[in-house]
């Protein structure tokens, strides 16, 4: 990778290091690598090489090299169809690539399958929400623990082996279910609960398991104003316990939250990398978001209503420094 | 009035008898397949017809022992599962039903065919392989005993017996699953197995234990409807049986651990009843010859079963036993 002279990140830290010292441990680490793209982490949890993902003559996914540092939070964003979700299925198994390798925690992930993947401690929640409708909140936790006695067919019949193991995840589920305050609900379908309520739901699920690495898709999405602050805090929570946190969001506000580090992908490649607050400066990113569709033909319709928001964003361009935001803006319309 | 009162015994010992017990572990198999796994096997009577086989040719064409002919049977239904699910169950639901329903057809097919004679003997079937169980019967099955009003030979009886233990052992068996950590992963995977394969559970293990488990119900139920009727041919097991053993699970309840039960048991009650019922009535000429003939009575008997499953759908979609709430909890 090729190491271009690019502004280290110094300064940039200081626009958001208002929390404790304990919250930010990876900030901290992150504070001095240049922003460049595949820099090395210091202390790397996921290792991505060349992994590339091919449908028919489309390249989804062509990563070269990405580290993912342990303890923080990473951001992965990018337009629709960048390449984000399909690089999601193939970390955990569910799709896999055409070349390439990864490794978590130096064990190579290449040819596991999902479960497998699960079992290591890297667990991810999907971006359309998988509540298990017709089982209870309860039973729906209770399947994220992990090494159950009870699950194997012939141990299953003597309760005897499993009940004393049952009752210690019941314990450890309503514990979650409290933190997430979906304890009045325990006994209620899943298939009853509010979409939100379903996010946290599948969250809650995947902390069952004590998972090392959280992979979160889009997990604001479809959330009122209200419960993604809660989300929020949830998800800062897992860093606060030492859990490596991955997520893909479209919200920029979210994103600079709570990011410790932001990746963004386009097209299938990652395209930037570095602190939340390099990212909106970035060239290649504004082209990504603004440029979508500069050599695509256009309508003469289409061209004017684009020409008419870039001007826009020019025009108001000193005023608000959020360029990403008007991007965001520009996408929404032209995805149509 | 006499007469319908005959038509409700006769049917009530359907209600009761070895093929109600035969229904019972068809859709007892399903239950764990269909309704709590999500696995949609279209071609159950094809391991009940392993089952049946699998006794009949070990006694009557290999002369070997009847319990080796049940171990037999038992294996060729492991076997048949296993070919089944290898190639279908990392695939879409779809894919299960469509090799299940080819496999019922082809395997009765080949029973019958003229190739397969030697084996099978064809359409004229086997017969005399159930004498060494029958003959384990406590008491004389040479007479006849009555029995709710009914009279019952004594082999009959025996069958009939030892096929509801066979279904009580099966209900406890899936009683025991569905309440364990197991019964909580299969029916996670009828939910949505990408979200259980998030989750460390190995979705094609338990998918393929699943299938196994129902298909030597299957087997079983085909055993006993075997050593029921003393005979074993291919054209009693068509796969119109299958969709019987559905239509007992949906109007028993489906994900009960009693409702295949009692609805086989129902289902049987009303097709015997509606059979013996129609015939009686137009013995006496209630109603006109014209109008229906004892020989339509076979096909209106079915005409009666789907017209009832219609209006339970609508009415009672969750069966006898189900819960409301979660079948209209349609969350796809």
């Given at each position: 990778m090729p190491a271009e002279p690019t502004p280290t990140g110094a300064h940039a830290s200081s626009t958001t290091g208002a929390g404790g010292p304990p919250r930010r441990l990876a900030q901290a680490a992150l504070r001095d690598l240049p922003w460049e793209i595949g820099v090395a982490k210091p202390d790397p949890a996921i290792v991505v090489d060349g992994v590339v993902r091919t449908f028919g003559g489309l390249t989804a996914v062509s990563v070269d090299h990405l580290e993912i540092q342990r303890g923080g939070i990473t951001g992965l964003i990018g337009p629709n169809g960048a390449g984000k979700t399909t690089l999601f299925n193939l970390l955990t198994g569910f799709d896999q690539p055409d070349g390439g390798s990864w490794s978590f925690d130096g064990r190579p992930l290449g040819k596991l399958s999902p479960h497998q993947v699960a079992r290591l401690g890297v667990v991810r929640t999907f971006q359309l929400t998988k509540a298990l409708s017709r089982l209870t909140v309860l039973q729906n936790m209770l399947l994220g623990a992990q090494g159950q006695r009870g699950e194997g067919f012939f141990r299953a019949l003597v309760p005897g082996i499993w009940r004393a193991q049952e009752e210690a995840n019941t314990e450890k589920a309503m514990d979650l279910l409290r933190r997430f305050k979906l304890d009045a609900k325990k006994?209620?379908?899943?298939?009853?609960?509010?979409g939100g309520q379903r996010k946290l739901l599948e969250m809650a699920r995947a902390l069952m398991s004590d998972p090392k690495v959280v992979m979160l898709d889009e997990?604001?999405?479809?959330?009122?104003p209200a419960l993604t602050q809660s989300l929020l805090g949830h998800v800062k929570d897992l860093r606060e316990q030492g859990m490596t946190v991955v997520f893909v969001e479209h919200d920029m506000d979210v994103v600079r939250d709570i990011s410790d580090w932001v990746v963004v992908m386009a097209a299938g490649k990652v395209i930037a990398e570095g602190p939340p607050e390099s990212i909106s400066q970035n060239k290649a990113v504004v082209d990504a978001y603004l440029g979508a569709h500069h050599d695509a033909p256009l309508t003469i319709e289409d061209e004017d209503r684009v020409l008419a928001e870039a001007e826009a964003t020019i025009a108001h361009g000193e005023q608000t420094d959020d360029v990403s935001r008007a991007g965001r803006r520009t996408k929404k319309r032209t995805d149509r | 009035m006499a007469e319908l009162l005959d038509a409700l015994a006769v049917a009530l010992k359907a209600g009761i008898g070895f093929q109600a017990v035969f229904f019972a572990l068809l859709a007892i198999g399903l239950n764990i397949q269909f309704a709590y796994t999500g696995l949609l096997n279209f071609g159950q009577i094809a391991f009940a017809m392993l089952g049946g086989y699998g006794i009949a040719i070990s006694v009557a064409q290999w002369g070997l022992p009847f319990w080796v002919g049940v171990l037999i049977g038992i294996a060729a239904a492991v076997l048949l599962a296993l070919l089944l699910g290898?190639?279908?169950?990392?695939?879409?639901a779809d894919y299960l039903a469509i090799a299940t329903i080819a496999a019922a057809e082809g395997l009765r097919l080949t029973f019958r065919s003229v190739s397969a004679t030697p084996i099978t003997a064809g359409t004229r079937g086997l017969s005399g392989f159930s004498d060494p169980f029958v003959a384990l019967a406590p008491w004389d099955t040479a007479r006849r005993y009555s029995l709710l009003g009914t009279r019952w030979s004594g082999a009959d009886l025996w069958v009939t017996l030892v096929g509801w233990i066979l279904v009580a052992l099966a209900c406890l068996l899936v009683w025991l699953l569905v309440r364990s950590p197991w019964g909580r992963v299969v029916k996670s995977i009828r939910e949505d197995e990408d979200a259980v394969r998030a989750l460390g559970k190995n979705v094609y293990v338990y998918k393929m234990q699943a299938l196994v488990l129902g298909g030597v119900l299957g087997a079983l139920g085909g055993m006993v409807y075997a050593v029921g009727t003393a005979s074993a041919t291919p054209d009693q097991y068509q796969n119109a049986n299958t969709f019987l053993a559905y239509a007992a699970l949906i109007l028993g309840g489906?994900?009960?651990?009693l409702g295949p039960v009692i609805g086989a048991m129902l289902l049987y009650f009303i097709i015997q009843f509606a059979d013996t019922g129609l015939r009686t009535l137009i013995g006496n000429g209630v109603i006109p010859e014209d109008l229906l003939s004892a020989t339509d009575v076979a096909q209106i008997r079915f005409m009666i079963i789907g017209l009832g499953l219609i209006l339970l759908l609508i009415f009672?979609?969750?069966?006898?036993?189900?819960?409301r709430r979660e079948v209209m909890l349609d969350a796809r």
């Open positions: 006994d209620d379908f899943a298939g009853t609960l509010s997990p604001m999405a479809g959330v009122n | 290898i190639p279908t169950l990392r695939l879409r489906a994900a009960r651990v009672r979609p969750q069966g006898i036993f189900g819960d």
